[in-house]
């Protein structure tokens, strides 16, 4: 008798986890390892960082408290905790603020997610730099194409997250390769991830970056170890979360398009579409401060000359960066900020006391934010109008376009070494800073991921 309950293994799944569990024997061409590579380097500066904000705090006292066998490191601490605790803390502190990379096409940051489970299951395993470069790859490319499987629409539209949802498969992914599973336990551990499957955009509504963390980061993270190490300890699981009457599909899709789940795999890398930021700040800010520092460059603009400014911004986002409570994601303050300072450094966008500066209150008085449903289909997307008016009658104007660090104006390799090394020497000194730099840029070459573990911890 046939069982309606066991459904055949859809295509797009037979694809995948066939892809996800060859991933450990595939070589990566050169571009994309290096481009990995400069991620992997972003992303553990972002966690070093991190650890010192309150959502790093937090959760590394969070998983020294649930003790456990010792596997993986808490970055920016001392504590060798179990790995799924491990994926948790550096998550998180890969998100304590804005710091980390982003995937504009999934609409999710993968760094944060994908860089710490990775990172905890190689460490468990004893793997490799080359086996952490390939299972990060992966990782990018399995949440990038989870997200646009769904068919999700706007971002102010959405009622699930992508933010929380591409992290926790791309973490998934990572995490089943580096513990060599087949096919059919790939599946499983897809299975699981997807019952954990969850999030809802109301994050924004966050004013500690505390739960951000969590929901674009932390979760992703352990739930993508969790679910792999389950199936480590033999869980059975259903054997296709992607067809049958309920299916991940059914319970999260907008416009569902699975065939994006396998679209161009092995030859269309995610993490070559994925950015890098140039300044620490939330990504539809990128674009306002290209420009207003353009401006400030090129026209020799000061505060008290300014008399009024406009900024024009893709309508379907503005909501994320309007007048918010964090200074690293507020676009009034960082673009007042920027014209009183002339730059943004990490220490000033992260300065809440800079919020009540009458000099930053002065600018952010004459500041209108005017959203642009044409900006909104532009292409490049995020991109920012920038109009100073002057007291002595200049009226000057910068559209940023391209912003830096996107894959349509990236920044070099040296641009990304000399941001890494700006946050992480403050904590772990610059001997060991310019060391962990070097050590992730011959990722491919080092025999043990725990070899990295001197490095990162403080």
Same mark, same amino acid.
Request: charged share 25%.
């Given at each position: ?6 459904? !055949? ?81 550096? /998550? ?14 999934? &609409? ?14 190689? !460490? $468990? ?25 769904? /068919? ?6 959405a009622r699930h997250s992508t933010h929380s949802l591409g992290p926790a498969f791309g973490a998934a992914a990572a995490a089943a390769a580096l513990l060599r599973f087949d096919s059919t336990r790939v599946r499983h551990v897809l299975s699981y991830s997807a019952q954990q499957a969850s999030g809802i955009p109301f994050w924004q509504r966050d004013t500690e970056h505390v739960e951000k963390a969590f929901d674009f980061g932390g979760m992703g993270a352990r739930n993508g170890v ?41 030859? &269309? ?12 700040? /939330?990504?539809?800010? $990128? ?20 008399? &009024? ?73 995020? $991109?920012?109008?920038?109009?100073? !008016? ?47 730099? !070097?050590?992730?840029? &011959? ?16």
């Open positions: 008798m046939h069982d309606s309950s066991k459904p !055949e293994v859809s295509h797009e799944s037979a694809i995948l986890s066939d892809y996800i569990a060859g991933s450990h024997d595939r070589e990566l061409p050169v571009d994309v390892s290096l481009k990995t590579k400069h991620h992997i380097l972003d992303t553990l500066a972002a966690i070093v960082s991190g650890s010192r904000l309150r959502a790093g705090r937090l959760a590394a006292a969070y998983v020294a408290a649930t003790g456990g066998k010792p596997e993986a490191t808490v970055i920016g601490t001392s504590l060798v905790v179990p790995a799924v605790s491990a994926a948790l803390a550096n /998550g998180m502190a890969g998100h304590a603020d804005e710091t980390d990379d982003s995937h504009l096409a999934g &609409r999710f940051h993968p760094g944060c997610g994908i860089v710490p489970a990775a990172l905890a299951i190689a !460490e $468990q395993q004893d793997r490799s730099g080359q086996d952490l470069l390939r299972a990060v790859a992966l990782g990018y490319d399995i949440g990038a194409r989870t997200t646009l499987s769904l /068919g999700f629409s706007r971002p102010d539209t969790a679910a792999a190490t389950m199936v480590a300890a033999g869980f059975s699981a259903v054997d296709d979360p992607f067809s049958g009457k309920h299916n991940l599909f059914t319970a999260f899709g907008e416009n569902p398009a699975p065939a994006c789940l396998i679209e161009d795999l092995g030859s &269309r890398f995610e993490i070559m579409r994925a950015s890098i930021k140039k300044w620490c700040v /939330g990504s539809p800010i $990128q674009a306002v401060l290209d420009a207003t520092a353009t401006l400030i460059g090129t026209h020799g603009i000061k505060a008290d000359n300014v008399r &009024r400014v406009s900024i024009t911004m893709p309508d379907d986002r503005i909501h994320i960066v309007d007048n918010r409570t964090m200074p690293d994601v507020c676009v009034q303050h960082l673009a007042a900020l920027v014209l009183v300072d002339g730059t943004v450094t990490f220490e000033s966008c992260h300065d809440r006391d800079r919020m009540n500066d009458p000099a930053i209150l002065a600018i952010r008085r004459l500041i209108e934010l005017v959203p642009s449903a044409e900006l909104t289909i532009a292409t490049p997307a995020r $991109q920012a109008i920038v109009e100073i !008016e002057t007291a002595d009658g200049r009226r000057l104007r910068h559209h940023a376009k391209a912003v830096r660090g996107t894959p349509e104006n990236p920044m070099d390799g040296s641009e990304i070494e000399a941001k890494a090394l700006d946050l992480v020497i403050p904590i772990i000194g610059e001997e060991r800073g310019r060391a962990l730099v !070097e050590t992730v840029l &011959r990722l491919d070459q080092l025999p043990k991921v725990s070899d990295l573990r001197p490095l990162l911890s403080a």
